[in-house]
C-alpha cells in the first residue's frame, strides 16, 4: 500500500536529493506532450490501425509499403515536434548525477535533441531515423516508385526501419551491459515516465532494479489507478499527470 506521503513533492525532492543512483524508464507518454501519439489508449489509432499492430515483422511481411506510410508518418511527426520540458529536464538531471541512466524505448530522437548525454541514454528500440540493413553510400537504392520498396544490395531483403518490432530481440550486449549497471551497487530512485510498463525486457528493468531500500517513482496521468496503487509499497510515489508539466518540479 501507498505510504502517506506517496504524491508529495516535498518528500520525493528529499528522497531525490540523497540518491546517487537513479534508473529512469521512459516510455511514449513522455513524448506526448510533444504532440506524439502514444501507442495504447487514445491516440494508439494511425489510420483506424492499432499502432501496436503495426509495429511487427508479421504487418511489414504482410503489407510492407502500408508499414513504410506509418513510419514516414511518424518520421514527419517527431521531426515537425520538439522536446518538451520533461525531456530537458531528465537531461539536465544527467548532467548533475553521472549515475543516473535513462532507459527509452522512444525511438523519436526527442531525448537526443534535449541534449541528453548519449552515455547516460539507452535506447531500447531504436531509432526512427536508421534505415536496416545499414546502406553503403556506394549502394544505390531502388527508387520507391507506388509499387517497389528499397530492398537491401546485398541480401535482396526489404529495407526495413531499424526499430524493434514485437518478436524480435532488443540488442543483447546493451541489456547485459543494463543488467550490470542495475546490478552493480543498489539503485535508490527508479523513475516509471509515461509508460504502461507493460512491454518487455524495458518493464523487466524497472522491476530488477527495485531493491529493499529502492523507490518507485510513477509519472502518468494514470498513476493513481487501483491496480498501480494496490502494488505500491510505503516508499514509492505516484504523481498524476503530464510529464512535461510535472518534471520540471520533481526533478528541480
Ligand atoms: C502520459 C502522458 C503524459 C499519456 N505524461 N504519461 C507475455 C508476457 C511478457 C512478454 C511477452 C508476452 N508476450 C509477448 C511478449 C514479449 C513482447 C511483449 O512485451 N509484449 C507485451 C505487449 C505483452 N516483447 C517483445 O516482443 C520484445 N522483444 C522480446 O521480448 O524479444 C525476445 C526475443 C529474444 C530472442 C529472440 C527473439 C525474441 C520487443 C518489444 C518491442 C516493442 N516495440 C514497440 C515498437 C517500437 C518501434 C516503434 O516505435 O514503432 O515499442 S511496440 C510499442 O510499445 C513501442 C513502445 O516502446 C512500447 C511500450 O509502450 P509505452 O512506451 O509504454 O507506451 P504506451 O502507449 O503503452 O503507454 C503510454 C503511457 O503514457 C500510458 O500509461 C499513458 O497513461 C501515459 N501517458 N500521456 C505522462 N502527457
Not at 528529499?14 to 489508449?41: H, Q, V, W, Y
Not at 494496490?230 to 520540471?248: C, E, I, N, S, Y
Request: net charge negative.
Amino acid at each position: 500500500a501507498p505510504g502517506k506521503n506517496y504524491n508529495n513533492i516535498a518528500a520525493f525532492h528529499e528522497k531525490l536529493a540523497s540518491s546517487k543512483r537513479i534508473l529512469a524508464l521512459c516510455g511514449a507518454g513522455l513524448s506526448a506532450s510533444s504532440g506524439l501519439p502514444t501507442f495504447r489508449g487514445a491516440g494508439g489509432l494511425w489510420r483506424s490501425r492499432n499502432a501496436t499492430d503495426l509495429a511487427t515483422p508479421e504487418a511489414f511481411e504482410a503489407d510492407p509499403g502500408l508499414v513504410w506510410l506509418f513510419y514516414t508518418y511518424r518520421r514527419h511527426v517527431a521531426l515537425t515536434a520538439s522536446p518538451n520540458p520533461g525531456h530537458f529536464a531528465l537531461a539536465t538531471l544527467a548532467k548533475k548525477l553521472p549515475e543516473f541512466l535513462c532507459l527509452s524505448p522512444n525511438v523519436d530522437n526527442l531525448h537526443i535533441r534535449a541534449a541528453h548525454p548519449g552515455s547516460q541514454l539507452r535506447l531500447l528500440h531504436g531509432s526512427l531515423y536508421q534505415p536496416h540493413p545499414l546502406l553503403d553510400p556506394a549502394h544505390t537504392l531502388d527508387p520507391i516508385p507506388s509499387a517497389s520498396l528499397p530492398t537491401c544490395p546485398e541480401c535482396e531483403s526489404l529495407v526495413r526501419p531499424d526499430v524493434v518490432w514485437f518478436g524480435e530481440p532488443l540488442d543483447e550486449a546493451m541489456l547485459t551491459e543494463i543488467d550490470a549497471w542495475i546490478d552493480a551497487t543498489e539503485v535508490d530512485l527508479v523513475l516509471a515516465i509515461g509508460t504502461s510498463a507493460v512491454v518487455w525486457p524495458p518493464a523487466g528493468s524497472t522491476e530488477r532494479a527495485r531493491g529493499k531500500k529502492t523507490s518507485l517513482v510513477t509519472v502518468n496521468p494514470e498513476a493513481e489507478m487501483p491496480g498501480n496503487l494496490r502494488r505500491m509499497r510505503t516508499r514509492d510515489f505516484a504523481f498524476a499527470g503530464d510529464a512535461a508539466v510535472l518534471l520540471p518540479q520533481l526533478l528541480e
